[in-house]
C-alpha cells in the first residue's frame, strides 16, 4: 500500500517536472510524528513514515508533501538550503535568557517555512480537499497545548497558527468568515501575541521564486519577530 501511494504521488511530480532526481528510500516505523525526510546532498533520501500515517487515509499526502521537500532540496531552493538558515540565525542578538531555548523554537519556524514551499507542490500533487480539517485540528491542538504551557509554548503555539492559516490563506482555502480566523483571533488575545497577523501574511506571502538574500531577508524578520514575541510578557 505505502508502495503503491508512492509510486502515484511520483508519477504525479514527474508531471510537474520536479520528480527525484537522487535515489528515495522509505521506512515505516514507529514514531512520535507522522513523518520526516533526510537528505544527503548529491546522496539521496530517506523518508520517515510512522506506523499511523501508513495505515491512515493522509498517507499519500504525506508522501506527497516529504516529495515536496524532496523536490525542493534537490532544486537547491533557498528555503531549503541550511546555509540561509545559518547565516539568518547568525544575525539575531538572542538574550542570555534565551539562548538554551530558542534554537529550537528558531528551527520549527523555520521548518514552517519550510512546509510552505513543500506544500505548494504537494497541495498541487494531492489537492486541497482534505487541507482545510488537517490544519484546523493544528490550531486546536496548538490552543490547547498553550492553553497549559509556558511562553515557548505560547509562541510555538502562534507559530502553528500562523502557519495553518497562512498555508490555507496561500491557497484560497481560507474564508473571510472562516470560524478559524475568530480561533487566531481568541488565541491572540489570550496569549498576548501582538504579531500574529503579521507572521500569518508572512507564511502566506511566502515568494517563490525567491534569492538567497531575499529569503535570508524574510528568515530574518520571522525569528526576530518571534523572539520579540518570546520577550513580551504573556497577557
Ligand atoms: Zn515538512
Redesign the pocket.
Same mark, same amino acid.
Given at each position: 500500500m505505502v508502495r503503491r501511494a508512492y509510486e502515484s504521488v511520483q508519477a504525479a511530480y514527474a508531471k510537474l517536472g520536479v520528480a527525484p532526481q537522487w535515489p528515495v528510500s522509505l521506512v515505516v516505523e514507529n514514531m512520535e510524528i507522522m =513523518? !520526516?525526510?533526510q537528505s544527503r546532498p548529491g546522496g539521496g533520501h530517506l523518508i520517515h513514515v510512522s506506523l499511523r500515517a501508513a495505515k491512515s487515509e493522509m498517507l499519500a499526502g504525506l508522501i506527497a /508533501? #516529504?516529495m =515536496? /521537500?524532496i523536490a525542493r532540496t534537490e532544486a537547491r531552493h533557498p528555503s531549503h538550503n541550511p546555509t540561509i538558515h545559518d547565516r539568518a540565525m547568525a544575525r539575531l542578538r538572542v538574550p542570555p535568557g534565551f539562548r538554551r531555548g530558542f534554537p529550537r523554537l528558531a528551527h520549527n519556524a523555520i521548518?514552517h517555512v #519550510?512546509?510552505i514551499y !513543500?506544500d505548494d507542490y504537494a497541495m498541487t500533487v494531492i489537492g486541497t480537499d482534505r487541507a482545510h480539517g488537517f490544519f484546523a485540528e493544528w490550531v486546536g491542538n496548538a490552543a490547547s497545548i498553550a492553553a497549559a504551557g509556558t511562553r515557548w509554548d505560547e509562541v510555538a503555539g502562534a507559530l502553528d497558527i500562523a502557519f495553518s492559516l497562512g498555508n490555507l490563506a496561500r491557497h484560497r482555502l481560507l474564508r473571510a468568515n472562516d470560524p478559524l480566523r475568530r480561533e487566531a483571533e481568541t488565541f491572540a488575545k489570550t496569549h498576548g501575541i501582538e504579531a500574529l497577523d503579521a507572521l500569518t501574511a508572512l507564511f502566506r506571502d511566502l515568494p517563490d521564486p525567491v534569492s538567497d538574500a531575499e529569503c535570508e531577508e524574510i528568515l530574518v524578520t520571522l525569528l526576530e519577530t518571534t523572539l520579540r514575541e518570546l520577550q513580551r510578557a504573556s497577557a
Open positions: =513523518g !520526516a525526510t /508533501h #516529504e =515536496g /521537500h521548518n #519550510e512546509d !513543500a
